[in-house]
């Protein structure tokens, strides 16, 4: 994807905004005819299998997919659809703290919170609106935006749309979110989704129009301000509904935001500036090794630093531990491949 790519075409903006409000009206409808819970499912062996469905919503999927897709596809999608991720995570950890809605089967009051979920899954934030909803409508949307003129361009659009369905409704199926905190995220996903299609391009052309020092000072200064700007309002956020959270351990999405917003960023920019790291010339074994060799080191980093989560138990640990993530990612990986294939 090249970096001034316009927006969404007219045909393809009245055919999503119908999409979206029938899918809206639907949910609506359900709410006022009170059906808000009762897509949870008794079945264990539904439930099991839905389990499975949900991490198709998960941050760590999304990482390997942004990885494969920097590493053999196009450097600048794979940072667009990075860009829309963080987006609609902050802003929903941002509107769940706001609105404060209980999870199906918590119980809230003045003195304690608890959490009886019986779906089985242990989840300790507040319900709306449901994140792992509306990062697959951002995610997967925004790479059946990327594949909607390809040669046959219905059929990855569809299969992403299927997959956004099964992630919504597997949340309902195996009990940790209601009817209300589905709609809330497919409503908001989507609508952070357009903004980001409309107004990625112009705001990359002003971004590349400045200096490499302003830029670098801008992606710190952005990062660390998102971080501490939710880490400061919402301390128990990602742990509101344990018993006794501790305070700032966690925060949400909002360390990881600010992490990936400074590493990536930061390791993005010297990369073009040092590396120019291009995967479309590379050869179909070339890509292969690449892949192998950067999931592996990906999945080693990612899984290490993650196990030293219980010695460093911080807001801070996070932040750190997305930027390098991120930065090896996006910087190391390049350098590693063009040391390879160096002619």
Do not use: C
Request: hydrophobic residues 50%; proline residues 5%; glycine residues 8%.
């Amino acid at each position: 994807m090249s970096e001034n790519k316009v927006g969404i075409s007219k045909k393809g903006l009245i055919i999503n905004l119908a999409i979206f409000a029938v899918i809206l009206l639907v949910g609506l409808i359900l709410l006022m005819t009170g059906f808000n819970e009762a897509f949870f499912s008794t079945s264990s062996t539904m439930r099991s299998i839905f389990k499975y469905i949900t991490y198709l919503g998960e941050p760590i999927v999304f990482i390997v997919i942004i990885a494969i897709l920097f590493i053999v596809y196009d450097k600048k999608y794979a940072k667009n659809l990075l860009l829309v991720l963080l987006l609609v995570s902050y802003v929903n950890e941002f509107l769940k703290n706001l609105f404060k809605d209980p999870r199906p089967g918590s119980n809230v009051d003045a003195d304690e919170i608890t959490v009886d979920n019986p779906g089985g899954l242990v989840e300790t934030s507040y319900g709306f609106p449901s994140g792992h909803t509306s990062s697959a409508v951002g995610t997967w949307g925004y790479i059946a935006y990327e594949f909607k003129d390809k040669p046959k361009p219905l059929v990855v659009p569809i299969i992403m749309a299927v997959i956004m369905f099964l992630v919504s409704i597997s949340r309902m199926i195996i009990g940790v979110h209601d009817l209300q905190d589905v709609v809330g995220g497919y409503f908001f996903g989507f609508v952070l989704l357009l903004l980001f299609i409309y107004l990625e391009p112009p705001i990359t052309e002003k971004f590349n129009a400045l200096s490499m020092n302003v830029k670098i000072i801008l992606i710190v200064v952005i990062s660390i301000a998102l971080f501490l700007l939710g880490a400061l309002l919402f301390p128990y956020s990602g742990t509101v509904l344990l018993p006794d959270p501790p305070a700032l351990t966690d925060t949400g999405n909002f360390a990881m935001v600010g992490g990936a917003i400074l590493g990536f960023g930061i390791g993005y920019l010297l990369e073009n500036e040092k590396i120019q790291y291009e995967p479309s010339k590379l050869s179909g074994k070339q890509k292969v090794i690449a892949l192998i060799i950067g999931l592996a080191i990906v999945f080693i980093v990612y899984f290490a630093l993650e196990a030293l989560k219980g010695v460093f138990d911080s807001a801070f640990y996070r932040f750190i531990r997305y930027a390098l993530v991120a930065f090896i990612t996006v910087y190391f990986l390049p350098l590693i491949y063009t040391k390879m294939w160096k002619n």
